[in-house]
């Protein structure tokens, strides 16, 4: 049987993007995997499922999310126009939904009892919450004690949405003992338990699902965009994290050579502080982590290194192993950018553009800020603004003093 899905043609059947990606877990987990594998084969074949999911992009997320020229913050910066993808404006606030959704479907089509996350800030959780509750199916986030205390909107949408929320107080309490934990309880019945991880890393076929869920933004974006100005953009730009909705616009992108991909990365305090970044393509070496093959900050072989972002969904020792793939082959350009740009391009959008950006997505409106000025007036980058900042607008007129 063809594991290969129907949307492209990678991964291979073992879930490798060249030398990254596969299966690098025990044997009763690669069951557990190949289950989901043979499942979401089926599933994406069928006509009944590919119309729900169609619908719901539609009417619950509210896509097609629209493209936005930014047209007072181009001609401030005199060069390129930058045009912005809007997953903003995605019901729940970030591209994230869209594959909850999918992964949501996928643990019901499979008869599942029960979906199983981590969440660190909690978006990754308010997503898979919101979607769980639509689909029907009881949902548990474990959430690390200190980010309970620190994230109380998103910890009080959970409860409202009728998430069974585990308060994981080992350790340090924060994402890496919430991961432990979330992973404890889904190795203990992977057989009626699914375990939805919140971007395009894991073990196959995670990478290649959340990645075929989300790559409803670049069609919607190159359709679009042929649409409004009879050609592509010369540039398609996404902030980095574990990659989900970097892929998800690149993957219609790829086979045109004519645009340049570009994804952004966090630089954090700078890539010469250790431990004070998260640039994993930028900085990093070919490695594991979390049973993949991938780009990895580690502090000795088999040991992640501290990574920080002013960006919790950036902070992230490895990456998703397409990026891997595609950094190695050239085919995307990957970049780093500072806390400090971050917060430039936060508050330069919001006051150029009314849009306030979340601190992820400003990474890449920081890259085309950086970019733009040197490239003439007639040349596009398209930028992906994953989601917005409203969760981070209290933290951000903190730290500024307004
Ligand atoms: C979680 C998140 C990210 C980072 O995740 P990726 O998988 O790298 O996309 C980026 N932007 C927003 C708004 C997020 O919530």
Partial sequence: MSTASPFAPMPDQHGFFGPYGGQLVPPHLKQAMDDITQAYAEITRQTEFQQELASLYADYVGRPSPIF???RLSTQLGGAQIHLKREDL????????NHCLGEALLARFMGKKKVIAETGAGQHGVALATACALVGIPCEIHMGQ???????PNVTKMRILGTRLVAVTRGAATLKEAV???????LDNPTDYFYAIGSVVGPHPFPMMVRDFQSIVGREAREQFLARHGRLPDYAAACVGGGSNAIG???AFLEDSEVKLVGVEPAGEGTDQAGRHAATLTMGHPGEIHGMKCYVLEDAPGTPAAVHSIASGLDYPGVGP????????GRVQYEAVTDQECLDAFMTLSRTEGIIPALESAHAVAWA???APALPASQHILVNLSGRGDKDADYVSKVLGL
Avoid: C
């Fill in 69 to 71: 020229h930014a047209a």
């Fill in 90 to 97: 995605n019901h729940t606030g970030a591209h994230k939904i």
């Fill in 146 to 152: 200190v980010d309970i205390e620190k994230e109380h």
């Fill in 180 to 186: 432990d934990s979330a992973f404890e309880e889904y």
């Fill in 249 to 251: 616009l690149f993957t």
């Fill in 322 to 329: 397409q990026h891997s793939y595609l950094k190695d082959i």
């Fill in 369 to 371: 800020l950086r970019a």
